[in-house]
Structures are given as structure tokens and as C-alpha cells.
């Protein structure tokens, strides 16, 4: 193997130019390892936060970790401090988080951090489940307020985070996508606008209120609230942040449903705001920094990827997976000449720069996970060789269909090939009962330790393709006079992708 497994030992000595390879790999990566995380040689460790409770972090109050899955609660803690920083240095309130999804992040930052914030996701369904997940945490709020002998009723309004929903269009100009922001997931983001009768009785009976009474002494809510903790270290990166859940008057302004929508911020034009996406899938990463460079409204970015193998390149403008919009009046001609690689003038020049799917697809894989099956001769490692014998049958049966996404079959290493190729070949659209050739597979079988192998020279390049991605980037934002970083903010044991960009511009160019 190519990674150190324990105190092993070989049979032979490897290699010169493998060793040079391992070597090489390794200086040419960005490092991982966040300040207080685990290193590669951890494996898949646990951070500090779960230790005593491995579904709930110690850091981030109940409120904030209802229907979220730990790996997103360490995430919205570490990306919503940073940003809080940020906007405190940027003198801005507003933020807008794109692909928000259920909004978890956008919660924590506009109810525990005390930002104005507006969240736009494509997925309608999301965007309802996040409006009934600030419904359900104003409830909860409010039931702990009875619970304390402060008897006093709900305000109809969720709080200062609003829900959009629309697609990022790649190819739509900057004014595009602010005008998108100007658009309500809902006709109301009040609570009794959002709730049916139903549920508006429920609330009222469960909480004892008054129907047309509508008042929370803000310093009272204040008081229920837990107060975040974080465990982020001073550094020139990321800075201790002491703070309750709602700085000063955050929360009197919930209470008072002061919804600003990032097309006013204050003002009747557009304001200012800062713009943050939290594994920003394929293309949506760089054109939240296409806008960054373009906008005069966007005056910091955090931006999180993912997907990589998602991202459009010359050669393939359209890889598979990539959500297709359907037709509407905002659909921008695919005219445009820019993809998602490379983006920087200097990268393209490169010769040799490009990068195939397979590269890319390898870039999203999980370094420490994989090195802690490693070490554990983990049957899980079965799984890729069951993937790649399906692979072939597949290619054998539609030779047009190539790596279709095959969605996770559980506990898949513990299954015969047999009944693994039965549950994974209807996702791909081919019958369950397809015919193969047992003898073929179980020769393929025998090679298990070969696809092993090869699966561990991709993930030693893994690290090297994401560095070239996200450099290409930075170049990318340099070459247009804006200073960024590359931070590693999340422990990489526990959420792989887990760098994150940042760019401020400079005051002159905020003024």
C-alpha cells in the first residue's frame, strides 16, 4: 500500500519513483489540518465537541442542533463565527447564504448571531422545510419562556432571516442575481402567513397565548437563550468570537420582524452584504466569486466547495449530475465562454492544466476516512470493488452509460455481489435482475487488493487536484486585485472538504 498502515512491514522495498510520488503529492497539497482538528494520521476521529455526546456538539445550543446531523452542527458553528467576524470587520449586518438548503446555517446566523440574513435555495422543498424549521424554533423559544415564568406570547414572525427561492444561474450577470434576492420564498415570512389554521390554533393552545397578543420583552428571550461557545483558536485566520446568542439589540429587532431584504439594507438601493456558500455545489462556488469580483453590493466572500467533478469545464461543459433548470424568462444563452475550470487567465495558459472528470470525481473522496479503513482492514473496503465489477456489467449492458451515480447502498461490504448488483442496478435504471457471468465477477473479485491499490494512488492525488482547483481561484481573484485565503476551517476527519476561501476587498473599494 502507499500510506502508512500501522507498524507494517513489506516485502519489498518500494520504489524510487513511487516514494517520489507520495513525497511530491504531499508538498503540493494545502494543508488540511484545522486549528484543534486531526491530522491524516488520526483517521476518522471524533472532534473534542462530540466526545460526550456524539450526535449533539457542546458548543452550539439546543436550539441550533435540532434536525441538524453532527457533521452540519460543527460546520454552521465554525463558518458562522468566521463570518460574524468578517462582517463585524466589514462594518456589514447583511449576509446572504446561497444553496442554504434547510437553512441551518442561515438560522445560526441570523437568530444566534444576530445578522440580517437572506437565504436563497433552488429546491422549493428545502426552502419550505427551512421556514417550518424557524417556525418550530421560535415555538420552542417560547415554551422555555412560559417554563420560566415569563408568560408572555409569541410574536408572529420568525425572526430577521428571510427564504428565497432560486436558481444561481452560472451564466446570469451579478444584477441577476441581486434581483433574485428581492424575491420572498413565501407571500409572508410571518408566521401567520407560513402556518396553516391548524397549526396557528395549536401554537396559540400549546403556549397558552392570547390570539392578538404579540408581546416578548426582548431582554426576557435574551436570558432563555444559551450562549454559543466556541473552541476556534485566535489566529490571523479565524478569531476567538465571546458571544451571547443575540449581540446588542438582535433582539429586539427579531421581535419586531424588521425583515430587511439585502436589496435595501437600510436604503433604497442596494446595500452592501457578505456573500457565503457552505459546500457550494460544482459551478455555484465560482460564481458566487465571479460575483464577488463583479458586484459593488458583495463586500466579503466565504466560500466552502464541493462537487468538484460537478464543475464545467472546455472540454466538458456539461458534466453529468449538474442540475438543469427548466426554461423560464430567466434563462440566460449558454453564449458564455467561462467554466468553472479554469477560471484564472494564468491556469489556462498552463499547458497540461486540464482536468478529467475522473480527476476531479477523486478531488471530493475523503482522505482520513479512507486511511482509517485502511488501518482497520475495514470490510467496507469491499464496496469499491463491488462498485467497480458493477461499473463493467453496466458498461457491458449500455455501453452510452458511464460512472451513472449510484446512490449509497447501505451496508453494502456486508452483502453478497449478487444481492449488491440487485439493489444498485434499478438506480441506475437497469433491471434488478440483469444477467452477469458469476464466473467473470468472482475472477474479478480475486483482484480485490489491485482495486484497493489503485483506489489509494487516487486519493493520494485527491488533495493535489482540490489544491490546483482552489489556487486557480485565488489567481483567479488576484488577478483582479483582490487579496484571499485559503483557511482550513473544519476538522478534515469529520467533514471532509473543509477549506474554505475568504476575500475582503479593500476599504476603497467598499466605499
Avoid at 466565504?302 to 453529468?320: D, F, G, L, R
Wanted: proline share 7%.
Amino acid at each position: 500500500m502507499l500510506l502508512n498502515v500501522k507498524a507494517r512491514t513489506y516485502p519489498s522495498v518500494w520504489p524510487l519513483s513511487l516514494l517520489a510520488l507520495r513525497t511530491a503529492a504531499h508538498a503540493l497539497s494545502f494543508p488540511r489540518k484545522a486549528p484543534g482538528g486531526h491530522g491524516q494520521d488520526t483517521g476518522a476521529a471524533v472532534p473534542e465537541e462530540f466526545q460526550s455526546n456524539q450526535s449533539q456538539s457542546s458548543l452550539l445550543g439546543h436550539i441550533f442542533r435540532k434536525h441538524v446531523k453532527p457533521k452540519k452542527q460543527h460546520e454552521i458553528r465554525r463558518l458562522g463565527t468566521l463570518v460574524k467576524k468578517l462582517c463585524d470587520q466589514a462594518n456589514c449586518s447583511c449576509v446572504v447564504d446561497v444553496g442554504s438548503g434547510q437553512g441551518h446555517l442561515t438560522r445560526f446566523l441570523s437568530f444566534g448571531l444576530g445578522l440580517d440574513v437572506t437565504g436563497i435555495e433552488a429546491d422549493p422543498n428545502l426552502v419550505l422545510m427551512a421556514t417550518k424549521f424557524d417556525r418550530q424554533l421560535l415555538l420552542t423559544l417560547a415554551k422555555e419562556n412560559l417554563k420560566s415564568g415569563n408568560a408572555q406570547s409569541l410574536h408572529s414572525a420568525p425572526g430577521p432571516s428571510r427564504h428565497v427561492v432560486g436558481w444561481v444561474n452560472p451564466k446570469a450577470s451579478w444584477d441577476v442575481f441581486i434581483q433574485q434576492l428581492g424575491v420572498t420564498a413565501t407571500e409572508s415570512d410571518s408566521i401567520g402567513a407560513t402556518t396553516g389554521p391548524y397549526e396557528k390554533k395549536q401554537l396559540v393552545e400549546e403556549l397558552n397565548l392570547e390570539p392578538h397578543s404579540c408581546q416578548i420583552k426582548a431582554e426576557e428571550l435574551q436570558n432563555t437563550l444559551p450562549t454559543q461557545k466556541t473552541d476556534i483558536n485566535t489566529s490571523d485566520s479565524v478569531a476567538q468570537i465571546n458571544t451571547g446568542v443575540f449581540p446588542s439589540g438582535m433582539a429586539t429587532e427579531m421581535l419586531t420582524c424588521k425583515t430587511v431584504p439585502v436589496t435595501d439594507c437600510g436604503a433604497k438601493k442596494p446595500g452592501r452584504f457578505v456573500l457565503t456558500g457552505l459546500h457550494a455545489c460544482g459551478d455555484l462556488s465560482s460564481t458566487l466569486l465571479r460575483h464577488f469580483a463583479t458586484c459593488p453590493h458583495v463586500q466579503v466572500i466565504t466560500s466552502v466547495a464541493c462537487c468538484y467533478m460537478k464543475i464545467s469545464t472546455q472540454e466538458n461543459p456539461n458534466p453529468p449530475g449538474v442540475f438543469q433548470p427548466p426554461f423560464s424568462a430567466d434563462t440566460v444563452a449558454d453564449s458564455s465562454l467561462e467554466f468553472g475550470y479554469p477560471m484564472s487567465d494564468w491556469v489556462r495558459g498552463l499547458p497540461g492544466h486540464q482536468l478529467s472528470y475522473k480527476a476531479r470525481e477523486g478531488a471530493c473522496h475523503a482522505i482520513e476516512d479512507y486511511l482509517h479503513r485502511l488501518r482497520e482492514e475495514s470490510g467496507l473496503l469491499r464496496t469499491h470493488c463491488y462498485r467497480a465489477i458493477l461499473e463493467s456489467i453496466i458498461r457491458a449492458e449500455r455501453p452510452d452509460m458511464r460512472r451513472p451515480g449510484v446512490q449509497t447502498v447501505r451496508k453494502a461490504h456486508a452483502l453478497s455481489f449478487s444481492e449488491y448488483a440487485r439493489l444498485a442496478l434499478p438506480r441506475v435504471g437497469l433491471p434488478a435482475d440483469l444477467p452477469f457471468d458469476p464466473v467473470a465477477v468472482d475472477a474479478m473479485l480475486a483482484h480485490q487488493g489491485k482495486v484497493v491499490a489503485y483506489f489509494s494512488l487516487v486519493l493520494l492525488l485527491a488533495p493535489v487536484v482540490e489544491t490546483l482547483v482552489l489556487l486557480d481561484r485565488m489567481i483567479f481573484l488576484q488577478e483582479r486585485g483582490f487579496q484571499s485565503k485559503l483557511i482550513p476551517l473544519f476538522d478534515a476527519a469529520f467533514s471532509p472538504r473543509n477549506l474554505v476561501l475568504v476575500a475582503v476587498k479593500p476599504k476603497e473599494a467598499q466605499s
